[in-house]
């Protein structure tokens, strides 16, 4: 079972360029979840899908827009990329919002903005 | 504030001996989950263990535990007969349902370096 799968796996940017991060399931999950993560600072929620249709913003939102695209996809955009915005991203999902359902999470995606 | 605090940066455990992992939370929501990720070096996550706010014991999942202090707010995992290959960092969560909706948060994590 793929699980989780994020594209790419490695990206560099420069200043200003923009880029979509993909993000798949196929698990038949309800919720997914964007996260960066930065030494010392842990996994900070970056937007969040509860269902296909839609998203609400977690707690560092700024620079980036996402879209759930279908039950199975959820996209995370980078419009204008800034050299802040050097992190791994993670996309989880999870059957559901709530409960003891865990989220089960892609390998990442390690971007660097120069 | 933070939701899900790990006070412990880093733990250092020799290898069979047993430890435990730190973890407070905050919330006033009555209906919460908490969990244990571990990552390894190699960057992926890995769920270990759940418990629930409403659940009367503590969860076990083989080697591990989860010590659940609900006046306390605390959830701390305790890992018994500690292996080279739990070396890692991990990481508590909180699922929380507030306005927006229900999202999981994590707490900054602690890396275990389990020696031989």
């Known amino acids: 079972n793929a699980g989780v799968t994020q594209t790419p796996k490695f990206q560099v940017l420069k200043t200003g360029q923009s880029m979509t991060l993909q993000c798949a399931q196929d698990?038949?999950?309800?919720?997914m979840y964007w996260y960066r993560q930065d030494p010392g600072m842990g996994l900070r929620l970056i937007y969040y899908?509860?269902?296909?249709?839609?998203?609400d913003k977690g707690e560092v939102p700024n620079g980036y827009n996402v879209s759930r695209l279908n039950k199975r996809e959820f996209s995370l955009r980078l419009e204008s990329a800034a050299p802040s915005q050097t992190s791994v991203y993670f996309c989880?999902?999870?059957?559901?919002?709530?409960?003891?359902?865990?989220?089960?999470f892609g390998q990442g995606t390690r971007l660097t903005v120069v | 504030a933070q939701k899900i605090t790990q006070t412990q940066p880093g733990m250092f455990v020799q290898e069979k001996e047993a430890v435990t992992l730190d973890c407070t939370y905050d919330?006033?929501?009555?209906?919460?989950?908490l969990f244990w990720y571990k990552q390894p070096s190699s960057g992926e996550m890995i769920f270990l263990i759940y418990?629930?706010?409403?659940?009367?014991q503590n969860a076990t999942e083989g080697r591990y535990s989860l010590n659940f202090q609900k006046a306390r707010k605390s959830a701390n995992l305790v890992i018994s007969a500690s292996q080279l290959g739990d070396s890692a960092m991990y990481f508590c969560a909180m699922r929380e349902t507030n306005q927006a909706g229900t999202a999981l948060i994590f707490g900054k994590g602690t890396t275990l370096s389990v020696s031989s």
């Open positions: 919330t006033s929501d009555p209906s919460y989950g």
């Open positions: 418990q629930g706010s409403y659940d009367q």
């Open positions: 989880a999902s999870s059957e559901y919002a709530g409960g003891n359902t865990e989220a089960f």
């Open positions: 698990m038949n999950h309800n919720s």
């Open positions: 899908s509860a269902s296909e249709g839609t998203t």
